[in-house]
């Protein structure tokens, strides 16, 4: 097996981009790959059969291999749910939740974890790609660092360090990098790939030569134009750019403080018709057709915050109004009466009202819910999963819809006049659901949701990544090493 890292000069450069972009490019060569990622911190989170959950950025580039996604491609989750601490997932299990000093204190015992999976892999696959986080060169934490030149030099690998030139300062963010290296771990690079370039590629000719007087011996591969069409998932937030999509009738997703699974939003993008805007401004939530509060890593104080802000007053104005108002997963809790969570399970302790608009109370207890679900709408039948600690109980009402879980048919979320709720992420994947959701609201006769499911779309969008890859980055000595 040979192991190939893909590093980044900071959080954010594009790093499971490319990732995913290599794995499936390795994948139509005809190599058996896979992808990894040590230790992954993102409240994006994918749900597996047995109710283990794993980073959503690892089982999408599973995707890209053509494979199902495995607890083994992302042992360490970290979902972040305040400032000061994260909840644990170790093997997809969710353990505790714990302050950064004191995860860095198990130091040992988690590169134990990350080691054991890494040998595990070495009869699997030929090819691991592993995506790194953040950057290699953190001065402070390199001794403590377990996901980026770790697992290359464990299994003797070789990387490439991908460099965001949207952010400004690429030349010193790649020969700063390179700079700071140890020169045993510069022997094992492959070279870098300039990301995210916007415009005219004609403008930006040569980059090697600028950089080989400040890095001699590292290469530039390549620099990839940033094309919006081939993104199928956001693993560490909201793009700005995103914020804000498309022209039509409006759906306003709130953008709270601890919002989660962003991702649900993302199969309005390529319908007609709408704007989806992620907001926390009151204006844009009167004018909005549809109200989305979405998931949330800590659910208790965003409510507080909905209170706090005025919020709360704006989304009871749209329902009052008529607007269609859905709440999902932590936006589900949030629109009803009443939440609890007396030691702190899920983020902050204590009890708070909900919006009113739902006859449910939620209560949060240990255990957690992890489950993947059979929705159906329409003749449409789709995968959607469950991620939650809250046991939501409905007063009033009718369920919102009948969904499979665990082979029974059982009801889900609910239905108030026109405020839902439902604890489904993907449950807007569906085009026929968004469609009756744009029927519900009162789109216009622009509104047309485009036909195919999300995870449809996303096979077309890794076979165009590879292709990506292939036209715009020398790929010749990943190729050497990798004897393809």
């Not at 005025?310 to 989304?315: E, F, M, P, S, Y």
């Not at 009033?396 to 969904?403: I, K, N, P, S, W």
Request: charged share 25%; hydrophobic share 40%; aromatic share 8%.
């Amino acid at each position: 097996m040979k192991a190939l890292g893909i590093l980044g000069t900071s959080s954010g450069a594009g790093k499971s981009w490319v990732t995913a972009a290599f794995c499936a490019w390795l994948h139509r060569e005809g190599v058996r790959v896979a992808p990894f990622k040590a230790q992954n911190m993102s409240n994006n989170a994918w749900a597996m059969p047995d109710g283990t959950e794993m980073a959503r950025a690892q089982a999408v580039q599973a995707e890209a291999c053509g494979l199902a996604a495995d607890i083994a491609m992302n042992p360490i989750l970290l979902k972040p749910t305040g400032p000061m601490g994260s909840q644990l997932v170790l093997n997809g299990r969710a353990i505790t939740h714990q302050a950064g000093k004191d995860y860095y204190r198990e130091f040992d015992r988690l590169w134990g974890v990350v080691r054991d999976v890494l040998e595990s892999w070495r009869d699997r696959c030929d090819v691991l790609v592993m995506e790194g986080a953040g950057s290699p060169v953190e001065l402070n934490l390199m001794e403590r660092d377990l996901v980026n030149l770790r697992p290359v030099r464990h299994l003797d690998g070789k990387w490439i360090l991908v460099g965001d030139i949207d952010r400004g300062g690429i030349y010193a963010q790649l020969a700063g990098t390179w700079a700071l290296l140890p020169e045993a771990d510069r022997a094992r690079s492959l070279g870098a790939i300039v990301n995210r370039f916007r415009g005219d590629i004609g403008l930006f000719p040569n980059p090697q030569d600028w950089l080989a007087p400040h890095a001699p011996g590292f290469d530039v591969l390549g620099t990839l134009p940033f094309r919006p069409d081939l993104q199928p998932e956001e693993e560490d937030g909201l793009r700005e750019e995103d914020a804000d999509r498309g022209s039509g009738d409006m759906v306003a997703w709130i953008r709270w403080p601890h919002a989660a699974n962003l991702t649900d939003c993302q199969p309005w993008w390529d319908d007609r018709g709408v704007r989806t805007v992620w907001t926390k401004d009151p204006a844009l939530i009167a004018r909005a057709k549809v109200v989305v509060v979405p998931g949330s890593k800590n659910t208790i104080a965003d409510v507080r915050w909905l209170h706090e802000t005025g919020l709360a007053d704006a989304i009871r104005g749209a329902a009052a109004r008529g607007a269609l108002v859905i709440g999902v997963c932590g936006g589900y809790q949030a629109l009803g009466e009443t939440l609890r969570d007396p030691t702190g399970l899920a983020g902050d302790a204590g009890e708070v009202a909900g919006l009113g608009l739902l006859p449910v109370e939620t209560e949060f207890v240990a255990e957690k819910v992890v489950a993947p679900v059979t929705a159906t709408w329409g003749e449409r039948t789709w995968t959607a999963y469950e991620i939650h600690m809250g046991r939501t109980t409905r007063r009033g009402g009718e369920a919102l819809q009948r969904v499979v879980r665990d082979g029974v048919t059982v009801d889900e979320g609910c239905r108030h006049g026109r405020v839902w709720g439902t604890y489904l992420h993907g449950w807007f994947e569906a085009p026929e659901l968004r469609q009756h959701v744009a029927a519900e609201a009162g789109f216009g006769e622009t509104y047309a949701a485009h036909p195919q499911t999300w995870s449809e779309r996303r096979q077309a969008i890794y076979r165009a990544m590879a292709d990506h890859l292939v036209e715009h980055v020398n790929l010749a000595p990943v190729r050497r090493y990798l004897g393809i």
